[in-house]
């Protein structure tokens, strides 16, 4: 069971910034990539961004430009930085494998943004 564990959500004003962080067991993200999707309460999860085990990222036309996706293969861990916020970012960000997503999510990162 891979386990993956969000930080960095937060609340901010429109036009700020957060970073968000996630943790997986050993070389989950080297192996199958990284991405991160939201969800907002009674809609489908979609995908924001992904990053593949060769690094190629992609990005929803909404956050292109303003969020940008990475992973460290040393420390286990993927990081979305998201500029620019805007209230239609309001969601729950889960991180995952990308581009294929286990069956196992975390608890995701709650994001709030508003005036």
């Known amino acids: 069971q891979v386990r993956f564990v969000e930080s960095g959500g937060g609340s901010v004003q429109p036009g700020g910034s957060l970073r968000l962080s996630c943790t997986a067991p050993r070389n989950t993200f080297t192996l199958y990539g990284a991405g991160w999707y939201r969800q907002i309460p009674g809609k489908d999860r979609e995908l924001v961004a992904g990053?593949?085990?060769?690094?190629?990222?992609t990005y929803a036309d909404s956050v292109k430009g303003r969020f940008t996706i990475s992973r460290d293969s040393t420390t286990n861990t993927a990081h979305l930085q998201m500029n620019n916020l805007t209230p239609d970012d309001t969601a729950v960000y889960f991180c995952?494998?990308?581009?294929?997503?286990?069956?196992?999510w975390g608890q995701g990162a709650q994001v709030t943004v508003s005036s």
């Open positions: 995952n494998r990308f581009p294929t997503p286990s069956l196992y």
């Open positions: 990053i593949t085990a060769s690094r190629d990222a």
